[in-house]
């Protein structure tokens, strides 16, 4: 199972919720997942605004990204540098 | 407005050019010279990216009427190697990686040169003096003033080679 | 004083690299010691009109009407645009420099409708026979303004009673939504654990109050375009940018046109520094040619540049820090505001993450607002937002060590995040070489080196995250056995010597023998900008890939000739060998010579989505002298060691470092936007607007770590950026060490300084 963390801003979705558990194989199946769960949610975190980190590595347009079994899933603001 | 007739030497060669009164030197060696190495930074003195040395002075061409270079002899960039090469300060801006976007460039080995012109063994706050008119966003100065003193260095050792010859 | 390169820390040694790490002369470089170089401003065509922007002189205004009749009517004028020659576009999210860049509010940043929002907004734009002409039909042009009351001050924009400028912004971010609008675009939080719990377990707390002003990335070049729009509205544009991509995709998005009618050029850029990370009179030049029927040539003023572009952002922040008599931080709290400029967008939620990112805390509670103000929108700048938050962290902990009698570098060793603990941001960071960076310094002999009276020491570190994305790179191998390495990446710092040295790396042949080339946009794939510290990374990788291939094809190539399976062929040095050593090896030059009769041209691509970027630390100290009548601060010596992962080439790694350092310098002592009361800015020039020169600084010396990045094939990490993070907090803490002053305002010029001085003394 994977652990997925919601920061302050999606805690705002997830009615509080911190963190949770999901059995899925990509970062897409993951996202279905989580709007299964928490209606809207998948809408905020496939939006370009929103990067995944996957075992500590921020990955941007990630949909199709494997999501290892033990993995711990975090969504960040997309960002950019200078 | 009437142009003006201008005769000069840049870069070793005589040039004629018309332009008008109120031309900057910086605008007439751009796009009449061609001579694009001298950059614009600023138009007002403060970056120094246009620099040229103006009968042996050091000088903004931004600061300079084109009229005003009549009979003068100006030595940019482009003037600054030989068909020996190029000068040792160019060589040492390329070793000591002395350039990152390399827009203020130009104008720091013009400025090199016409310190190393002046006083060819200079200490490092020396240098740093001689080129703190001239602005670098990139390098923080470091790789600069290094490659200004291995020019003196390689400069010297090769006069002092040739007084021995 | 030595002309010997800086000293490098190497924790993994390498495996016995050929060219990574070697200092070759830059392959760009002779064109721009001799002068060839084409900048933005250097390109000229037949039949070229000169375009330039009228510009607002009012901070806020409505404008009533604007009258381009008289200037339409003048012989030399052939095309003039205002606001309504633009589609009106919705909000539409799509990636920028910084923060996602709505498309909306740039077309309104890059042409005004309806209001101006700053001064030095674009609003009107000619193209013309002559500049002279462009700027008499400038002067003929009539507006009608509604003069607005304006609001620059950061706090001042949050205030209730403040003058808005976007009537349909309201804050995101908070609960319940605002019913009414607000100069806030949005709030964002971080936290963790428990802040009350965490500071009353501490043995110290302090809390403090800082300002920053808007900076300019200062670049030397300024905007710079060429836009060649024909009869059949395809359009070539030759700019100077971040990303010629970038130019084209936004181009397109505000102008209503289609990408593959665009196509950019990239020309050498003289700096970015991240204000070269969106456009500004690139669709404004490429409209007027498309109206005029000629070439259009627009280069910015210094002091369009200043008023019109960048800077970054000015804010007021205050932080709280809490730890135990061991140093140990347990909690820390943080209020940030950002300004913004005219449209949302600060990179404030950056500043959020990076500023404690260096440190393990058990409780925070870190929220930042994005404002909006009346001052040009700030662009990206060097690891955008770090710096300003980093500026008060760093502070506030350099002065719990102090009152704790703890060695500034040792409480930074004490709470150093490592490899599996948990970021601020959220996830666990993976191996990385912060500890490293603190131990450099420890290692050093400016560490322990005596000062005089009235100098005075300061450190500080600072965090950030470096990113990946989308490159491109194709790599010909030439009759004579050379390559060419094309990329998509404009090269602001040395990458293009980075390129030659990974491709030398892969194919075994010499760094001179590889031509490497910033490719226009029909000529390689697509490529994301030049920033985020993410071209040796990502572009890199795209260039080994691609050198890959090439082996491999080089590899079956020379399997044909010799009539042997292809495991039966190894790359070695550039060329291929029989595994039992029983046949001459065939080289570059002669397999590529072959080619004809084995398949054809040696040629192969590669693009890819960059996984993989490592984090960057920098930690750094720096030596002041503080003139006690003046209240000027001179930097006596400097000392910055970053972890670059594995330095490609060491002396461009060596380059980002002193140059990041140098511009935080500017930040910390200098430079500012001054606005009048009227909301206009006072300082629009280099000699107000006071950058370092090479007279204010001593030499910058570098210790580069090197803790590989496992996720790039050599270890690389991102180094453009961090450097500038920590610069600005060394120095405060340095002249708290001269002086006894802790200031909490940048710049720390003169009269502040002097002011501190004079009151600590009564």
Known sequence: MARVFFGSALRRVTGGVEEVEVEAATVRSLIAEMDRRFPGLGERLASGGVAVAIDGEIMTDALYEPVPADAEVHFLPAMGGG | MSSTHVTCTINGDQVEFLCRGDQTLLDALRDTAGLIGVKEGCATGDCGACSVILDGRLTCSCLVLAPEAEGAAILTVEGMGGPDGLHPLQEAFLEGAALQCGICTPGFLVAGKALLDRNPDPTEEQVRYAVAGNLCRCTGYDKIVRSILAAAADMKEASEAKETV | ?762
Not at chain 3, 167 to 188: H, K, L, Q, W, Y
């Open chain 3, 1 to 762: 004083m030595t002309t010997t390169a800086g000293a490098k820390i190497t924790v993994d040694p390498d495996p016995g690299y050929k060219w990574v790490g070697t200092r070759p002369v830059r392959h760009d470089g002779l064109d721009k010691v001799t002068g060839r170089a084409r900048f933005g401003a250097d390109l000229s065509l037949p039949g070229m009109l000169i375009g330039a922007v009228l510009r607002s002189p009012h901070a806020h205004a409505r404008i009533r009407s604007i009258d381009t009749s008289a200037a339409e009517a003048m012989e030399e004028v052939k095309a003039v645009v205002t606001g309504a020659d633009f589609p009106m576009l919705e909000s539409e999210e799509g990636a920028g420099g910084e923060e996602a860049v709505d498309f909306r509010d740039l077309c309104r940043n890059v042409m005004a409708r309806d209001k101006v929002l700053y001064e030095g907004h674009a609003l009107a734009a000619v193209a013309a026979v002559t500049r002279r002409a462009a700027l008499a039909a400038l002067e003929a042009i009539e507006v009608d303004y509604e003069v607005l009351p304006h609001v620059v001050d950061v706090e001042e924009a949050m205030a209730p009673d403040a003058p808005v400028l976007h009537e349909d912004m309201f804050t995101a971010g908070v609960d319940p939504a605002p019913e009414a609008p607000s100069n806030i675009a949005s709030r964002c939080v971080y936290e963790r654990g428990d802040v009350e719990k965490g500071f009353a377990e501490a043995d110290v707390v302090v809390e403090r109050e800082f300002t920053t002003r808007p900076v300019h990335q200062g670049y030397i070049e300024p905007h710079a375009v060429v836009a060649d729009t024909g009869e059949d509205g395809r359009s070539v544009i030759w700019c100077s940018s971040q990303g010629h991509f970038m130019v084209r995709t936004f181009t397109a998005k505000l102008l209503g046109w289609s990408p593959s009618q665009i196509k950019v050029i990239p020309a050498e850029i003289g700096g970015g520094f991240g204000g070269k990370t969106t456009v500004y009179v690139e669709p404004v030049a490429a409209l007027l040619s498309r109206k005029a029927g000629r070439p259009v040539k627009i280069v910015m003023t210094r002091g369009e540049v200043f008023k019109g572009t960048g800077p970054t952002s000015g804010s007021k922040m205050r932080v709280k820090l809490g730890a135990r008599r061991d140093g140990k931080l347990v909690a820390a709290e943080a209020w940030l505001a950002y300004q913004a400029g005219a449209f949302k967008g600060s990179p404030v939620q950056m500043g959020v993450m990076c500023m404690f990112a260096p440190y393990d805390i058990p409780n925070f509670f870190l929220e930042g607002f994005d404002v909006v103000n009346n001052m040009p929108k700030t662009a990206a700048y060097r690891a955008p937002g770090a710096p300003i938050g980093a500026f008060a962290s760093e502070t506030v902990l350099d002065e719990i060590a102090e009152e704790l009698g703890i060695d500034p570098l040792e409480i930074r060793l004490i709470n150093a995040v490592e490899e599996g603990m948990t970021a601020v941001y959220g996830p666990r960071y993976r191996r990385i070489g912060f500890r490293e960076t603190v131990e450099a310094l420890q290692g050093t002999p400016h560490y322990s080196a005596p000062l005089g009276s009235n100098q005075g020491r300061g450190v500080a570190s600072g965090f950030w995250f470096n990113f990946g994305s989308n490159s491109s790179a194709t790599v010909h191998i030439n009759e004579d056995g050379g390559a060419s390495v094309m990329t998509g990446s404009p090269d602001i710092g040395g990458s293009r010597a980075s390129m030659a040295l990974m491709a030398a790396e892969e194919l075994g042949i010499d760094v001179y023998r590889i031509t490497p080339i910033v490719a226009d946009t029909e000529s390689v794939g697509f490529t994301d900008m030049t920033g985020g510290s993410r071209v040796t990374h990502a572009t890199g990788m795209a260039v080994i890939e691609a050198c890959r291939k090439v082996v491999a094809d080089l590899r079956a190539r020379a399997a044909m000739m010799w009539d042997v399976d292809l495991d039966q062929v190894e790359w070695v040095d550039g060329r291929a060998q029989h595994v039992d050593g029983d046949r001459a090896p065939l080289t570059t030059e002669e397999l590529s010579s072959a080619s004809a009769k084995t398949g054809g041209p040696i040629t192969a691509s590669a693009s890819l989505n960059a996984r993989g970027a490592g984090a960057a630390f920098s930690t750094q100290m720096c030596d002041v002298e503080v003139d006690p009548q003046t209240g000027a601060v001179t930097i006596l010596r400097y000392t910055t060691a970053q972890d670059a992962g594995r330095a490609i080439h060491p002396s461009y790694v060596e380059g980002q470092m002193q140059g990041g350092v140098v511009q935080g310098i500017g930040w910390g002592l200098n430079e500012e936007y001054i606005f009048d009361p009227d909301g206009v800015m006072e300082n629009p020039g280099f000699l107000d607007y006071r950058m370092p020169v090479a007279s204010d600084l001593p030499m910058i010396d570098t210790v580069i770590v090197e803790v590989p990045n496992p996720g790039h094939p050599y270890g690389v990490r991102g180094v453009g950026e961090v450097g500038i993070v920590p610069p600005m907090a060394a120095i405060a803490n340095a002249v708290y060490d001269a002086t006894g002053c802790r200031l909490g305002e940048l710049p720390m010029s003169p009269p502040k300084v002097l002011a501190a001085i004079e009151a600590n003394g009564d």
